[in-house]
């Protein structure tokens, strides 16, 4: 709450010097006091005379109210002084007229209130309405006022000028202030939109945090639990073969739920990744639409990115992966997802069952032995025309080659372009094509070849067709 300290107001003392103020005003331009009207009809005291021109001051309504009540000490009577004013507005008569007209009335002669510089005026206003000699004092009058019309004329013109000037460099003042408020609040505006975009960042970073670690703790306590059954199960007799390649088992999914905390933080988001393998769908459709609409299998499916945009493309696929919580992730997502060994599930397979082997960020986790093993079972399991697509990250680019291939420290080792290509191809599969993904945009060297290979794609795939 912000504090204020108002000093205190003393009423009475304002108002003494509004008063004060008032009095010395008056002296300085002979105004007069005008009482306030009352309908009991309270008589007026005596006022002090004034100018002619200290009612050319006031205009309309307030006009003929000061005159009566100057002159005549009352209000004006209904019919009376809405003639007045109605020929006040249309022109018929002017303020002299009306003051004069109530000064020497038979009430405002007995009133006997002196206007100073009325007389003649008032009788020079007269004698304009006479027929001709109105026209004619008209005319001399006019002659004789010209100096001072002229006067009048270039002071009203030149305080138009300063009027205007004044009007001019206030008006771009308050259209300058105008446009810097509007900044400010459109400045205010994308620090409160900045706001709640970083709260709402926030937000979704801890309840993704909350989520992965309920993720964890359920596959921890799964776990354990699977421990605890084999180790009731062993007492008091001696450990089978069976209960220790279950727990030797168990212990390889021990980082199971950490892997897939891994993968959200580095590889990227789920969005960022279905937008990023979009690339490959008409490959897997001209697959697909030459093979007769067979399935696809994707090996370490991971996440399930790559299986969502082929559900939402009414493409048949199922993934395979040895990580539990990833699958038990698919599997909620309503994703078909075998948990198995890559090689013992082709192996399984029959000869020409399938349309589209593929393999995201998987080959680089692999041994040679059964990287080898997965190209020839591939080739087995594929119908002729269908093809396989394998991506890893591209050497080629310095910044993968030197670090950011090492961020994941599962990786063994990185495989050039032309390596994985030349094994494609070895092992059996036919017009191979190597494309290169997701070039780093962000940085620009003048030396062209150094330019090339920190600029090429960060990632490869090689694509192999079965004859």
């Known amino acids: 709450m912000i504090e204020i300290n108002t000093p205190e107001i003393n009423i009475d003392e304002i108002n003494a010097r509004i008063e004060a103020e008032v009095q010395q005003h008056k002296k300085a331009n002979h105004f007069i006091e005008v009482t306030d009207f009352t309908d009991s ?24 109210n000061t005159a009566y009540a100057s002159i005549l000490h009352r209000k004006p009577d209904s019919q009376g002084g809405k003639i007045y004013l109605e020929k006040l507005q249309n022109g018929e008569l002017t303020k002299v007229d009306i003051i004069g007209r109530l000064r020497y009335s ?27 000699l109105g026209w004619g ?30 009007i001019g460099e206030n008006t771009e003042k308050t259209l300058f202030h105008i446009f810097e408020l509007r900044d400010d609040i459109e400045n205010l505006k994308d620090e409160i939109i900045q706001v709640r975009a970083a709260r709402k960042t926030e937000f ?14 359920l596959d921890m ?13 062993m007492l008091p007799e001696p450990i089978s073969n069976e209960q220790l390649k279950n727990m030797v088992k168990e212990e390889d999914h021990i980082f199971d739920a950490m892997y897939l905390s891994f993968e959200d933080k580095f590889r990227g988001t789920e969005d960022d990744i279905k937008e990023r393998v979009k690339v490959y769908l008409p490959y897997v459709q001209k697959a697909l639409e030459s093979t007769n609409n067979g399935s696809l299998l994707d090996v370490g499916c991971g996440r399930g990115e790559w299986l969502e945009l082929l559900k939402e493309n009414n493409i048949t696929a199922t993934g395979l992966d040895l990580n539990r919580v990833v699958v038990g992730k ?18 399984n397979l029959k000869t020409n069952t399938l349309s589209v082997v593929t393999g995201f960020h998987i080959v680089e ?31 080629e680019n310095l910044m993968v080659g030197a670090c950011n291939f090492y961020t994941d420290p599962s990786h063994n080792n990185p495989i050039p372009p032309h390596t994985l290509s030349y094994l494609i191809e070895e092992r059996g599969f036919i017009n191979i094509e190597t494309l290169r993904l997701n070039p780093e945009n962000s940085i620009h060297i003048e030396d062209r070849f150094l330019n090339h290979y920190f600029t090429i794609g960060q990632d490869y795939s090689v694509i192999g067709f079965k004859a």
Not at 153 to 163: D, G, T
Not at 209 to 214: A, G, R, T
Not at 221 to 233: M, P, T
Not at 333 to 344: N, W
Request: proline letters at 5%; one cysteine or more.
């Open 41 to 64: 009809g309270t008589d007026f005291k005596s006022v002090p005379n004034a100018n002619k021109d200290y009612f050319l001051q006031f205009y309309g309504q307030d006009f003929i």
């Open 106 to 132: 038979s009430e405002g002669r007995r009133k006997k209130v002196l206007v100073k510089g009325l007389l003649l005026p008032f009788m020079l206003q007269t004698f304009f309405k006479i027929p001709v």
């Open 221 to 233: 306590q799964r776990r354990v639990q699977i421990l605890l059954e084999d180790a009731r199960k």
């Open 365 to 395: 986790h692999l041994p040679f032995k059964i990287m080898i093993a997965l190209f020839d079972e591939s080739l087995r399991v594929l119908k002729p025309g269908g093809i396989v697509i394998f991506e890893t990250p591209n050497p």
């Open 330 to 347: 698919c599997r909620d997502a309503d994703l078909d997802v075998v948990e198995s060994d890559v090689i013992e599930y082709l192996r």
């Open 137 to 166: 004092l008209r005319v001399i009058t006019g002659v004789l006022n010209l100096p001072i019309i002229l006067k009048n004329i270039q002071k009203i013109e030149n305080e138009a000028i300063a009027q205007n000037r004044f």
């Open 204 to 217: 979704a970073e801890l309840s993704k945090q909350i989520k992965d670690h309920k993720i964890t703790l």
